[in-house]
């Protein structure tokens, strides 16, 4: 099976972006430490501070289809319920 990466960016509604930034930390730990992940980054971006840029990598798209399914169900899906999300994906 092939790799699968994802890039993008999510946009962030200010009233939100306390708790998703708080939450971020946590999300990310998680998610690097998934069978399957390769590397995965989200970074506020330098010139809008609502935006952050979004970029991972999973071996193959079992492993990125755990870990869209482990993220809907976790606490980032729901504190992210209001994110806009502008990703295209490579398999």
Known sequence: MSKV???GFILVPESDL???KRELV??????L???GCITFSVTQNS????????Y????????FD???KRVKSS????VTVNVERHYEIFE
């Open 66 to 68: 755990q870990h869209q």
């Open 75 to 78: 606490h980032w899906g729901k």
């Open 56 to 63: 991972e990598e999973f071996k193959d798209k079992a492993s």
């Open 5 to 7: 990466t994802l890039k």
């Open 18 to 20: 306390k708790l998703v």
């Open 47 to 54: 010139e809008n501070f609502l935006r952050f840029d979004v």
């Open 26 to 31: 946590n999300h990310k730990r998680l998610t």
């Open 33 to 35: 430490e998934e069978s």
